[in-house]
Structures are given as C-alpha cells and as structure tokens.
C-alpha cells in the first residue's frame, strides 16, 4: 500500500504557474504508475497526465498538453506537475493517483488504487 500527499496548490493569476508536488509513503513507488486528476466544482472527476513507473513515458489530456507537464524523482518518493500558462478553467482539486499495474493507456480513476487527498489550484481572471 502507498500514500499519496500533495502540495504545491494555491491562488495564482491567469497566465501564471505553480509546481505540484506529490510525496509517497513506501519503497514501492518506483513500481507505480502515477497520475494527475482533477475536479472542478459541480464536475466529475477528469483525467489531467499520467507517466509510467520509470518515467519513460507520459501522456496527457489534450485540455492540458503543451501546458503541463508530469514529471517523477524515483528516488525522492515524488511526483510532479508543473503548470504553465494557467488559465480559469484549470481551477479545481488536483488529485495524484498511483496504479499498481504498468499502463500507457489507464486514464479514468477506476484504473488507479490509491489516491491523495488533494490540493486546491485556483486561477483568477
């Protein structure tokens, strides 16, 4: 089992960026295949990036491509998000996920077992 903590969330202007962070319990993160999802309010639940166990490959949704980027540091336990010329519609919860099973395709959340309990992102206009 993980466990999954995000930071990194907060208010930011239109145009801005911040730099997500998700820190994991367990020696077993470097197995995982790890996400990035987010919910707006009133909205489900929506697939942002997601990058494979050693990092050597990632895909993202088309809202975000060009924009965000998902990294990993294996050896520091840590997922990452930066985002780039934020725009209002990327407000919402930012959630990581980890997937126990290698996958370059998973992209709903009942693909991932273990979640974290969220970080609020909210861009002003």
């Known amino acids: 089992q993980v466990q999954l903590a995000e930071s990194g969330g907060g208010l930011v202007q239109a145009g801005g960026s911040l730099r997500l962070s998700c820190a994991a319990s367990g020696r077993t993160f470097s197995t995982y295949t790890m996400g990035w999802f987010r919910q707006a309010p009133g909205k489900e639940r929506e697939f942002v990036s997601a990058?494979?166990?050693?990092?050597?490959?990632?895909y993202s949704a088309d809202s975000v491509k060009g924009r965000f980027t998902i990294s990993r540091d294996n050896a520091k336990n840590t997922l990452y998000l930066q985002m780039n010329s934020l725009k209002p519609e990327d407000t919402a919860v930012y959630y990581c996920?980890?997937?126990?099973?290698?996958?370059?395709?998973?992209?709903?959340?009942?693909?991932?077992?273990?979640w974290g309990q969220g970080t609020q992102v909210t861009v002003s206009s």
């Open positions: 996920a980890a997937r126990t099973y290698y996958s370059i395709t998973a992209r709903d959340s009942s693909d991932f077992n273990y």
């Open positions: 990058i494979t166990s050693n990092g050597g490959y990632t």
